[in-house]
């Protein structure tokens, strides 16, 4: 296992996205659940580490979503057969910030989403930890609490497509290295932020970091 819990939002390389990897998730926007990997990027530029305490959003794009996930840190360059035990070398809990609305329009358009995930500090990222290994993530749960009340709570095992599946996806078509993270989705209870909405994400009860949301 390869220790990745000292990365910087420097070191970040490429930010790859699931979609749509919890069947309740994607009900709850009426959503069909893909039949594969269902991919995106978003620029390291988005990437925000929860330790500045402040998480500004813009104010005039229509209804921010906040989607809580289990981000992965690859600690080596992929290699056909390598399991992700091996490959995967850090993980916390993020948010995955979505311009709802935005998402709305250019999805009847068939326009990519960049847009919608792309935007500056859309990549909000918890404390790194060390990875347990596959099967110890299936161990606790994580989420997001807001305003101190639960918003989200969800395991890896609840996804559609496993670690392995997601790492051996993208390894092969785009490639994996040291730096790159993987958002790996999303379970129900995605909602709205406002102004001065207070954020936590955690992991097996332990928090990891959080936010005050400041529109702009």
Partial sequence: MIDMTAL???DIRNIYCVGRNYRLHATELGN????SPMIFTKPTHAAIGMDVGKLGIPASEGSVHYEAELVFAIGRTYESGIACDELIGAFTVGIDLTLRDV?????AKGHPWLAAKGFRNSAVLGRWLPF???NGMEAHDFG????GAEAQRGNVKDMVFGLQRIVDFV???Y???A???IYTGTPAGVGSLSDGDSLDVWWNGESLGRSTVETY
Avoid: C
Wanted: proline share 7%; aromatic share 0%; no cysteine.
């Fill in 179 to 181: 730096g790159d993270l």
């Fill in 175 to 177: 490639g994996l290295g």
């Fill in 132 to 134: 347990p290994g596959e």
């Fill in 171 to 173: 390894g092969t078509r």
């Fill in 144 to 147: 997001l609490t807001m305003n």
């Fill in 32 to 35: 069909e659940v893909p039949t």
């Fill in 103 to 107: 998402q709305d329009v250019i999805k």
């Fill in 8 to 10: 910087s939002l420097s």
